[in-house]
């Protein structure tokens, strides 16, 4: 069973380009996620996505990023007019239907390894 | 809302020895779940241990284990035996029952010396 697939591995755009983030999840897994991981930090959460469904987005900046997971293909995450605070790492991870609740099996997010974005 | 926080940004031990990470985190919930994450050079993101909050048994795996402290909020891994290849970022991170994003701390850049 492949692992999350992310690509490309390395982007490098200029300034005001677009850049597009591509992430296919793992076989049966129909819950994306994407973060953030800036230099030195910890990632940090960006949207929750299932398919044809954005369920939180409440970590997307305002403007200029979108992310999609539609019926067919991989999940998508866009930056339009990158500005050169967008150079980071991204992270998608994948997790099959929840079950969780108190006393019986939780999920786990399985990540792939994610694009590493360089504004120029 | 939810934080993580890892107090030590840096540590370093001998081979074969033992090291303990910390991680303390702040919430208002009683059920959640933590994991610890491993991310080596290549940045791949590896899920080390994971602990849920209604057990009170701390989780072991091999010579990862954690020393869950719930009305502390303290959340600590145990490393035994260290080995060369353990070196890398360590993540701890929170996630509540019933929400589906990750809450990361900082990181601990963890040194093996041989």
């Known amino acids: 069973n492949a692992g999350v697939m992310q690509n490309p591995r390395h982007l490098v755009r200029r300034r005001g380009q677009e850049a597009r983030l591509r992430c296919s999840p793992m076989?049966?897994?129909?819950?994306v996620y994407w973060y953030r991981q800036l230099p030195e930090e910890g990632l940090k959460f960006m949207v929750y996505l299932q398919k044809e469904n954005i369920i939180d987005e409440s970590g997307m900046p305002k403007e200029r990023f979108s992310a999609e997971f539609p019926k067919e293909g991989p999940s998508i995450l866009r930056i339009q007019q990158v500005v050169r605070g967008d150079s980071a790492a991204y992270f998608c991870a994948s997790s099959p239907l929840a079950l969780g609740t108190s006393g019986t099996a939780s999920y786990e997010q399985y990540f792939g390894p994610g694009t590493r974005l360089t504004v120029t | 809302a939810q934080t993580v926080t890892q107090s030590q940004p840096e540590m370093s031990v001998q081979e074969a020895e033992t090291v303990t990470l910390s991680c303390t985190y702040d919430t208002s919930e009683s059920d959640y779940y933590l994991f610890w994450y491993k991310q080596p050079p290549s940045r791949q993101m590896i899920l080390v241990i994971r602990?849920?909050?209604?057990?009170?048994q701390n989780a072991t795996e091999n010579r990862f284990s954690v020393n869950f402290q719930k009305a502390a909020k303290s959340f600590s891994l145990k490393i035994s035996d260290s080995q060369l290849g353990d070196a890398a970022m360590y993540f701890c991170?929170?996630?509540?029952?019933?929400?589906?994003?990750?809450?990361f701390g900082q990181g601990t850049r963890l040194t093996i010396n041989p």
């Open positions: 991170a929170y996630r509540s029952e019933g929400a589906q994003k990750l809450v």
């Open positions: 076989k049966g897994h129909s819950h």
């Open positions: 602990q849920e909050a209604y057990k009170q």
